[in-house]
T-cell receptor, first 111, second 114 residues
Framework: EDQVTQSPEALRLQEGESSSLNCSYTVSGLRGLFWYRQDPGKGPEFLFT???AGEEKEKERLKATLTKKESFLHITAPKPEDSATYLC????????????FGTGTSLTVIP | DSGVTQTPKHLITATGQRVTLRCSPRSGDLSVYWYQQSLDQGLQFLIQYYNGEERAKGNILERFSAQQFPDLHSELNLSSLELGDSALYFCASSSSPVNTGELFFGEGSRLTVL
């Protein structure tokens, strides 16, 4: 059973068209949920850490939120440079405190 | 630039062969993590070292091994290679012995097994 599921797999947005990416998880004893951005041919780049339900973090046009079952990455008025794959990872007591990554959402922002 | 250096960037080899991937962590980081990224499975945690000692093990095959040297660079050895080992191998580093969430990833080594 997948511990982390991201949706949609791919998303195409017009520049300025806001949307949300979803990361749902089934682990027990969540220690943290993390968002990373990965550009083609590059390693993932850390964006946010969320620790508890209700927590929110913001960075430029991105805002990450967390509930007891899922996290959302909201993208407001995206620009073409926001095009990337966004990865979600969870760390929990039943994952040996290691990260388990989802397969990501590939975002394309069209000018 | 994350400060993590991985070599080689690309590697093509044949089934049954052995390869070594190298990682230099960010200056001052004592933890090194190895991840495998394949198209259908996403990033899979393989192994973590902290200051030369193995700290945590994930889904690492017995054909794979790793070590961290006194100068803190790490090597991932892959032997008896199979077609399914073709993937991107990432190294990441952090300053903490515990995975706190903020990992700094290198650009990866792309392994192709023919």
């Amino acid at each position: 059973e997948d511990q982390v599921t991201q949706s949609p797999e791919a998303l195409r947005l017009q520049e300025g068209e806001s949307s949300s990416l979803n990361c749902s998880y089934t682990v027990s004893g969540l220690r943290g949920l993390f968002w990373y951005r990965q550009d083609p041919g590059k390693g993932p780049e850390f964006l946010f850490t969320l620790y508890s339900a209700g927590e929110e973090k913001e960075k430029e046009r991105l805002k990450a939120t967390l509930t007891k079952k899922e996290s959302f990455l909201h993208i407001t008025a995206p620009k073409p440079e926001d095009s990337a794959t966004y990865l979600c990872a969870v760390q929990a007591a039943d994952t040996g405190n290691q990260f388990y990554f989802g397969t990501g959402t590939s975002l394309t922002v069209i000018p | 630039d994350s400060g993590v250096t991985q070599t080689p960037k690309h590697l093509i080899t044949a089934t049954g062969q052995r390869v070594t991937l190298r990682c230099s962590p960010r200056s001052g980081d004592l933890s090194v993590y190895w991840y495998q990224q394949s198209l259908d499975q996403g990033l899979q945690f393989l192994i973590q070292y902290y200051n030369g000692e193995e700290r945590a093990k994930g889904n690492i095959l017995e054909r794979f091994s790793a070590q961290q040297f006194p100068d803190l660079h790490s090597e991932l050895n892959l032997s008896s290679l199979e077609l399914g080992d073709s993937a991107l191998y990432f190294c990441a580093s952090s300053s903490s012995p515990v995975n706190t969430g903020e990992l700094f990833f290198g650009e990866g080594s792309r392994l192709t097994v023919l």
